[in-house]
């Protein structure tokens, strides 16, 4: 039997080739709990994105928790834990995430403005030149 303070499981003696995960028999209890230092939170009647992650609903919005003995956040973005020199102030998502996330929604900078801009504004405000 495998134990661990925030999740237990029962993995059988046979070994059955490389897999990256222990298979478990589909009739054992899993135990899941929040990951955070003394939260004794069931995660069993939570939603699966919360038990997913190992994480309460209420820890997934705090903006300081303890796991480990080490002060971090959880990244709605990466649905993990991060250090808190990883967030801007009172931020939900890390620095490297939401830079991602701002450059796809920039709209490219040019360097100049198309040459028939001029025109494109004299005739939307019905105008026949604009210089």
Same mark, same amino acid.
């Given at each position: ?23 478990? #028999?589909? +009739? &054992? ?5 929040? /990951? ?9 009647? $939570? ?8 994480? =309460? ?9 303890? &796991? ?6 959880? $990244?709605?973005? =990466? ?13 939900? @998502? ?7 996330? +701002?450059?796809?929604?920039?709209? #490219?900078? @040019?360097? @100049?403005? #198309?040459? +028939? ?9 019905? /105008?026949?030149?604009?210089?």
């Amino acid at each position: 039997m495998f134990e661990d303070s925030k999740f237990s499981l029962m993995e059988s003696s046979s070994s059955s080739g490389s897999s990256k995960r222990a298979k478990t #028999p589909s +009739n &054992i209890a899993h135990v899941v709990s929040c /990951l955070v230092d003394g939260c004794t939170s069931d995660l069993s009647q $939570c939603r699966e994105y919360h038990r997913r992650h190992k994480v =309460c609903e209420v820890h997934s919005k705090t903006p300081k928790v303890t &796991i480990g003995g080490r002060e971090q956040r959880f $990244c709605q973005q =990466c649905s993990r834990f991060h250090s808190l020199v990883e967030f801007d102030e009172g931020k939900r @998502s890390c620095r490297k995430r939401l830079d991602g996330h +701002n450059r796809r929604r920039r709209k #490219p900078q @040019s360097e @100049s403005l #198309p040459k +028939n801009t001029g025109r494109f504004l004299s005739n939307q405000q019905g /105008l026949h030149s604009c210089f």
